[in-house]
């Protein structure tokens, strides 16, 4: 059995989906996750499955170009190999970090070496860079784990500094506290 993992980037259009998963079923992948979002008009997924057999990945990149190239996508395709995957984990606590602020360049490069610097990974990103000075056009939100043994002080201290530098808001909760408040 082999994991492959597939990235699929082109213009948005009805029925991506349907094709790249139907050409991934007739070769035999199961797929495990799927990570799919629309960036202005742009398609963007990443797929992980697991195949029965050992079908190179340049077989698979070719199938899935050929019986989807009406939609003009372009494909990524590596073997992950047959090993189990094995999750690298911390102690950690998932934390939202959003910033409202005028766009300008330089803005998640900042955001990013700061929380790298602090040891915080970053497990999702979304931002909506609409331009102009209305920072409510803006926003960028950053899903984070944030390792229990760090000076919390500090890394806030840190984000309201980058923040005045960068001429951002910056807030930060705990996500469960987050997603009480932004419940619908």
Not at 125 to 137: V, Y
Request: charged share 20%; glycine share 6%; with cysteine.
């Amino acid at each position: 059995m082999n994991k492959i993992i597939i990235s699929v980037l082109g213009k948005d259009r009805p029925g991506i989906i349907a094709a790249v998963t139907k050409v991934m079923f007739e070769q035999a992948f199961n797929i495990e996750d799927v990570s799919q979002t629309i960036l202005q008009n742009q398609f963007s997924g990443i797929f992980i499955a697991t195949g029965s057999g050992n079908i190179p990945p340049e077989e698979l990149t070719r199938a899935l170009e050929t019986d989807t190239s009406e939609f003009n996508l372009h494909f990524h395709v590596r073997d992950l190999g047959t090993n189990k995957v094995t999750w690298t984990t911390c102690d950690c606590e998932p934390f939202i970090i959003t910033t409202r602020g005028p766009d300008r360049k330089g803005l998640v490069a900042g955001i990013t070496a700061l929380l790298a610097a602090h040891n915080v990974n970053v497990t999702q990103l979304q931002a909506a860079f609409r331009g102009g000075d209305d920072p409510n056009k803006n926003i960028m939100i950053y899903e984070v784990d944030i390792p229990l043994d760090i000076d919390q002080t500090s890394l806030r201290r840190a984000l309201q500094d980058k923040g005045r530098e960068l001429d951002l808001q910056i807030n930060i909760q705990h996500k469960n506290i987050f997603e009480a408040i932004n419940r619908i």
